[in-house]
T-cell receptor
């Protein structure tokens, strides 16, 4: 079956531009996570949705970062006024249930380069 | 806060060699532990997991045992193959905090030479 998909796969933005990154989770998955992965590092948590509710946004690095999942399926991560330090791979993951310990399925990521 | 520490790579081994990748963790509660693998050009995949002390997770010849007394979850494989070349990430989720997100280590790159 279809896994988690993300688009675009690659994005180059000039500093100061706004970007929107899309995540299509596995159908029926309740939980959706966004992570940021800097080069040579492990992913770091950004935000978490249970259905359409954003239950945890403690990892968002600044108020330039905004995420939504209005109908409880597709999610968009928006970064306003991009900065060079925003360059990273942005990973989306979904999980069937809301409980702790359930496997998270990851998408291929969007590589954002801010010039 | 929670954290995961992995041995630095790259780890370079010959085919059929024994593999150990060390992982230790710090958590406020009683975490579940995971190993994820990222093959070249692919997304992160769950390799194995353990949810309580002394549990052993295993998959594709890889094993890791949840050691609460040493706060460790070392990954082992008795005989590696070239196809095992990838980046391996140790991770935890801490049920005590109710935080469902994963906390990852920085990853260990494994290169297996024929």
């Amino acid at each position: 079956g279809a896994g988690v998909s993300q688009s675009p796969r690659y994005k180059v933005a000039k500093r100061g531009q706004d970007v929107a990154l899309r995540c299509d989770p596995i159908s029926g998955h309740v939980s959706l996570f966004w992570y940021q992965q800097a080069l040579g590092q492990g992913p770091e948590f950004l935000t978490y949705f249970q259905n359409e509710a954003q239950l945890d946004k403690s990892g968002l690095p600044s108020d330039r970062f905004f995420a939504e999942r209005p109908e409880g399926s597709v999610s968009t991560l928006k970064i306003q006024r991009t900065q060079q330090e925003d360059s990273a791979v942005y990973l989306c993951a979904s999980s069937l249930e809301a409980g702790e310990g359930y496997e998270q399925y990851f998408g291929p990521g969007t590589r954002l380069t801010v010039t | 806060g929670d954290s995961v520490t992995q041995m630095e790579g790259p780890v370079t081994l010959s085919e059929e060699a024994f593999l150990t990748i060390n992982c230790t963790y710090t958590a406020t509660g009683y975490p579940s532990l995971f190993w994820y693998v990222q093959y070249p050009g692919e997304g992160l995949q769950l390799l194995l997991k353990a949810t309580k002390a002394d549990d052993k997770g295993s998959n594709k010849g890889f094993e890791a045992t949840y050691r609460k007394e040493t706060t460790s979850f070392h990954l082992e494989k008795g005989s590696v193959q070239v196809s095992d070349s990838a980046v391996y990430f140790c991770a935890l989720s801490d049920r005590n905090t109710g935080r469902r997100a994963l906390t990852f280590g920085s990853g260990t790159r494994l290169q297996v030479q024929p």
